[in-house]
């Protein structure tokens, strides 16, 4: 047996209808190098989506290679509850000082919706520690996605992921998204968020007494659908949430390290936030690992004799691995060491030039870009925005013809984006752009 039929007969795989592969084929990888994915057949294909987000400096990186290869003789893992070990103690102090001026502790899990899930669970405890018991609920954004355990989608707002769960799920305050593909007419992208940002202040100026916190995406709800917003929204979130005495999460899972152009987007607003939720490129795409940073303020707020019972007793097995730990380090390194977020402006500015033609398909609302990351969404009608209907699956045919073509490209329903690791060349660039548009026209004839 080869190894796709080996693996249909005992895989389920993730966010898949199985059944599609009846006529869709599983492409098994043997090996990665840089931008490139080989198959068994020895046939390439680009990772324009950075293998969903987590790659930022290419398969099988040399430098994050050598320093998981030195961990793995010294300690593959210690349970850290009690015990503690250089790469985490090293991490921490690192993100500590890379990340917003307010956070000063890290607490860890292993993958995003966890962290999700702490910073959920320390805002609420927060509250219950501080006498404040009657905050209890959150507050999220429409299009928002924050991950797949129950507490991380009661929070999210993508239907397809969340609708059947809903008797699962804690009720949320949703506010209307701020992302500027909406905007009507003349309004730019500034005056849509500060005009659906009354929305968000009405929520708070009337809830507070019962809401824990917000949970943001910041600039771009990614899983959503790649909607970007203004900066001026966090601005104005921030000092809400001030004036309430909310708490503001910061979920940049997705767009942290550099994605949107800073090191984390928070920098575009200038605001520091209550909690921020790290993980997906926070180990260069090599190993599951997450981070909460959160403020002096909240920690102290458990910090008591054990007998008070305001300690956080929550833990995952895998909490702070080090070879996880290492690999972060490592990638912290090629930041440090190499000018990544001032050649990204310029690997931006190329894939700006590669995908401005597509601006005027006549089946593309909007082509927008943050950053690393471009999204085009494809339209029926390009007047009206009226959307192609979902059965349609126009986004699986542009899959289709990019995987034929060489790219991978795994697009959210009708939006086609790219977000690619960041040693990705301009040639690179507009090899995938030829591959998207050729796509694009091929699925929307
Ligand atoms: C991917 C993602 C998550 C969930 O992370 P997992 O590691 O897949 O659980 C949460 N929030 C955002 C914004 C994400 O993009």
Redesign the pocket.
């Known amino acids: 047996m080869d190894i796709i039929e080996r693996d249909i007969e005992v895989l389920w795989h993730p966010c898949t209808q199985m059944k599609d592969h009846e006529n869709l084929p599983l492409i098994p990888i043997r090996r990665g190098e840089g931008v490139w994915l080989e198959d068994f057949a020895g046939k390439r294909y680009i990772d324009a989506i950075s293998s969903w987000?987590v790659n930022l400096f290419g398969h099988t990186n040399p430098r994050i290679n050598a320093a998981v290869r030195e961990q793995l003789d010294l300690l593959e893992h210690v349970m850290l509850a009690g015990f503690s070990h250089e790469p985490v103690v090293t991490l921490s102090e690192r993100l500590v000082k890379l990340t917003p001026p307010n956070l000063k502790h890290c607490f860890y899990a292993d993958?995003?919706?966890s962290a999700?899930e702490v910073a959920l669970k320390m805002s609420f405890h927060y509250w219950q520690n501080q006498g404040k018991t009657q905050k209890t609920q959150f507050v999220n954004l429409q299009h928002s996605?924050?991950?797949?355990t129950l507490g991380?989608l009661a929070v999210g707002d993508v239907a397809i992921y969340k609708e059947i769960y809903a008797p699962l799920l804690i009720p949320t305050l949703t506010a209307p998204s701020p992302a500027g593909c909406y905007a009507k007419g003349e309004e730019s992208y500034e005056e849509y968020a500060r005009r659906q940002f009354k929305q968000m202040l009405a929520l708070l100026e009337t809830q507070a007494d019962k809401i824990a916190a917000v949970i943001i995406?910041p600039l771009v709800q990614?899983?959503g659908g790649m909607r970007m917003h203004h900066p001026v929204y966090l601005s104005l979130l921030r000092e809400a949430c001030d004036e309430y005495q909310v708490h503001l999460i910061a979920?940049e899972?997705?767009v942290g390290f550099g994605r949107t152009g800073t090191l984390f987007a928070c920098e575009q607003a200038n605001i520091s936030p209550d909690f921020l939720c790290l993980?997906?490129g926070l180990t260069g795409g090599y190993l599951p690992l997450s981070a909460v940073l959160t403020t002096d303020e909240i920690y102290q707020a458990f910090y008591d004799d054990y007998l008070t019972s305001k300690a956080f007793l929550h833990s995952h097995s895998y909490t702070g691995n080090p070879l996880a730990c290492r690999a972060a380090l490592a990638t912290l390194d090629i930041f440090a060491e190499d000018n990544v977020i001032e050649n990204n402006r310029n690997l931006a500015q190329v894939m700006k030039e590669a995908t401005r033609s597509l601006q005027d398909h006549p089946h593309v609302s909007e082509v927008r870009q943050q950053g690393m990351i471009v999204a085009i969404e494809m339209v029926k009608d390009k007047a009206s925005f009226e959307p192609y209907p979902w059965q349609e699956r126009r986004g699986l045919k542009v899959y289709k013809y990019a995987l034929e073509k060489g790219a991978l490209l795994r697009p959210l329903g009708n939006v086609i984006y790219f977000m690619p690791p960041y040693v990705i060349t301009p040639e690179q660039i507009y090899q995938v752009a030829d591959i998207a548009q050729a796509g694009i026209d091929i699925a929307t004839c």
Do not use: F, L, Q, R
């Open positions: 987000w993958n995003g919706s999700v996605y924050h991950g797949e991380a995406e990614c899983a979920d899972i997705a993980s997906k």
